[in-house]
């Protein structure tokens, strides 16, 4: 009995590491070392709403329809996200990064992973409100087009403007929140005035290299989802991404010690997983 357990399980192994090295080598999408466990669900979820019944025969529908690799995408890049999230992180960053950075002529800021945008329009706000919008460049990327295209837009649903306000709020929001968008029908539209210093661009975290020095580079809840290898080899993109003093922002649930570049960098908040690169 555990060894037919053992079998499947083996058999499903092999299955996922054919079907990823299929898509890296036929479309360049690189998901060999994220974390298995979540990739494994991912792809059960994939091979079911396709009706099919092996993780092969995805392999095979992802291979020779665009569609399908289109939609089992979007399955593995998890794009849940809101404004101001982790407002603890916000506020930590008005209190202790922003002082830093009023020292500097000019800022670039790299939100990597961003998502459908929520977070930059965010931080846009925040630099806004604390008078260094003007002097900031913040360059917004994803590795999911369809998400960049919605973080463009800065069009989103009405329904979540009650917990964005809260959010606001405890992150020590200094305006009345609703003066930042319009309501229309559902929707919202976000100040066209916050996205003139944002640049989006396609960036793939595991394919691509660095592209510029940064003060801040914000990397929330991406990180989660790869393997220590991976890890590893995206914090070295970091390292040497990061200006000497810049700052690492991390997710709630991520954090930079028990990596290989935890001794390259001051603890600036472990509650909030905010980090200084050391000089
Ligand atoms: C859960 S969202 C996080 C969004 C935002 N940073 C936040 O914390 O709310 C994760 C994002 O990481 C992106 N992502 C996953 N793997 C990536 C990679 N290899 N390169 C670039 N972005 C990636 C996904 O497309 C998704 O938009």
Same mark, same amino acid.
């Given at each position: ?28 999408? =690189? ?21 099919? /019944? ?10 020779? =329809? ?5 939609? @089992? ?20 960053f008005r209190e202790e990064i922003v002082p830093v950075l009023r020292n500097y002529p000019y800022i ?18 925040l630099l806004?409100e604390e008078g260094l919008y003007d002097r900031t460049?913040?360059?917004?990327? =994803?590795?999911? /087009? ?28 200094? /305006? ?39 003060q801040v ?13 991976? /890890? =590893? ?12 003093n810049?700052f690492?922002? @991390? ?29």
């Open positions: 009995m555990e060894n037919k357990h053992t079998d499947e399980e083996e058999r499903e192994k092999i299955e996922i590491g054919l079907l990823l090295e299929g898509i890296y080598r036929y479309y360049g999408f =690189d998901f060999r070392n994220y974390a298995y466990s979540s990739l494994r669900r991912r792809i059960w979820h994939r091979v079911y709403s396709e009706k099919l /019944q092996t993780i092969s025969g995805l392999q095979e529908k992802a291979l020779h =329809d665009r569609a399908c690799l289109d939609r @089992l995408l979007s399955d593995l890049s998890i794009s849940v996200t809101e404004m101001f999230r982790d407002p603890g992180m916000f506020l930590k670039r800021i790299w939100h990597a992973g961003c998502s459908t945008g929520e977070e930059v329009y965010s931080m846009a706000i806004q460049r913040i360059y917004a990327t =994803d590795m999911n /087009q369809a998400s960049l295209e919605k973080a463009k837009a800065g069009v989103y649903p009405l329904e979540k403007m009650k917990q964005y306000t809260q959010n606001y709020i405890e992150a020590g929001g200094k /305006q009345s929140f609703s003066s930042y968008y319009t309501a229309k029908y559902n929707s919202v539209i976000f100040d066209p005035s916050l996205k003139k210093n944002m640049i989006f661009a396609e960036h793939n975290l595991v394919t691509d290299r660095s592209f510029n020095e940064f580079i914000l990397c929330r809840n991406v990180l989660i989802y790869f393997n220590k290898e991976l /890890q =590893d080899r995206v914090h070295k993109l970091f390292y040497e991404s990061l200006s000497p810049g690492l922002a @991390l997710g709630s649930k991520e954090s930079i010690h028990f990596t290989s570049y935890a001794d390259c960098y001051q603890v600036i908040s472990d509650r909030e997983n905010l980090y200084m690169k050391f000089t």
